[in-house]
């Protein structure tokens, strides 16, 4: 079975940019949840989604924004990047019953974004 | 506010030696706990987790974990490391109302051959 994906692996921007990510769940987990890791810290949380709807917020700025379509892939877009925005950026999903996180989350790789 | 700290910030051991990272948590309500390793280069992986029952959890490798609700710990153990046991560990709980995972500041192990 194919993990969590995410895209593109890597990514170069500037200062002001707006960045798009994309993640693809597990097949059959309706769940998405995207971190922030910055190097020498823990994933911070930023949004999960459930069944489209968003159902936690991180404390992130405004310029921070996620959807899920239908197909329960999720997009997560920053807009006005700055250099603090550098960082590993994971996607994770969970098979959840309702709208209670029952089990473990499944991380996938990550988007490596530099913002220059 | 809810958070989770992790005791130490880099463990150096030799192999076959104990291990225990401490991990505490804040909140005041059910929580379930996990811990996750990320191996040098690769995902983030589930070792083990506790919902409810019994306190001593067992993961995988070797692992086990035990939650003492007095305490707000679920320190991690394993009697005998291995050099593949190197990667970064990291604490996370998820109140029990079902939200968002938090997760602790991670610790470093590095395990010398």
């Known amino acids: 079975d194919a993990g969590v994906t995410q895209s593109p692996t890597h990514l170069i921007k500037t200062r002001g940019q707006h960045v798009t990510l994309r993640c693809s769940p597990i097949s059959g987990h309706k769940s998405v949840s995207w971190y922030q890791q910055v190097l020498g810290q823990g994933p911070q949380f930023i949004f999960q989604y459930y069944e489209k709807e968003e159902r936690g917020r991180g404390n992130f700025p405004d310029r921070f924004s996620a959807r899920q379509f239908p197909n329960y892939s999720s997009e997560l877009n920053v807009n006005a990047l700055l250099l603090g925005d550098s960082a590993l950026y994971l996607c994770?999903?969970?098979?959840?019953?309702?709208?209670?996180?029952?089990?473990?989350?499944?991380f996938g790789p990550g988007t490596r974004l530099t913002v220059l | 506010a809810q958070s989770v700290s992790q005791h130490n910030h880099h463990v150096i051991l030799s192999e076959a030696a104990s291990l225990e990272l401490g991990c505490n948590y804040s909140?005041?309500?059910?929580?379930?706990l996990f811990w996750y390793v990320q191996y040098p280069g690769q995902h983030l992986q589930l070792l083990l987790k506790?919902?409810?029952?019994?306190?001593l959890v067992k993961g995988i490798k070797g692992f086990e974990a035990e939650f003492i609700k007095s305490k707000f710990s679920f320190n991690l153990r394993k009697p005998s490391v291995q050099w593949s046991d190197t990667a970064e560990y990291f604490c996370a709980m998820n109140p029990g109302n079902g939200q968002n995972f938090v997760f602790g500041p991670g610790t470093r192990l590095s395990v010398l051959p």
């Open positions: 994770a999903s969970s098979l959840d019953v309702g709208r209670v996180v029952v089990g473990e989350q499944f």
């Open positions: 506790y919902f409810s029952g019994d306190p």
């Open positions: 909140y005041g309500g059910t929580v379930n």
